[in-house]
């Protein structure tokens, strides 16, 4: 009943920015938490930032202080400034969101999008 929609991805030089964006539809009452995790080829997806619907923030010890991640609440999105990207930022990013609907909470993922990080 909810789906998640990523945008944003592409290729971006070393130190460059990005932002990626993730819309989440359907009956939702809220969101908690919303955020994003990423996936390399071969790898464990790992978590880079998430956002309680109250604003608490918990990001990944390898993006702080480069990436940042805000919502707006009212059109129930979330949103991942990129900045100082490195090599190892390349990944495939999902948005991740825990909406709560008529029958409880749930979890939801979108369907990714690319991000990728060469010179």
Known sequence: QVQLVESGGGL???????RL???????????NPM???????GKQRELVATMSNGG???YADSVK???????????????????SLKFEDTAV????AR???PR???????????VTVSS
């Open 99 to 101: 909406p709560l609907g």
């Open 35 to 41: 955020g994003w995790y990423r996936q390399a080829p």
């Open 21 to 31: 964006s993730c819309a989440a539809s359907g009956t939702i009452f809220s969101i």
């Open 93 to 96: 990013y999902y948005c991740y």
């Open 65 to 83: 202080g480069r990436f940042t991640i805000s919502r707006d609440n009212a059109e129930n999105t979330v949103y991942l400034q990129m900045n």
């Open 104 to 114: 409880g909470y749930s979890d939801y993922w979108g369907q990714g999008t690319q």
């Open 56 to 58: 608490r923030t918990n």
């Open 12 to 18: 971006v030089q070393p130190g460059g920015s990005l």
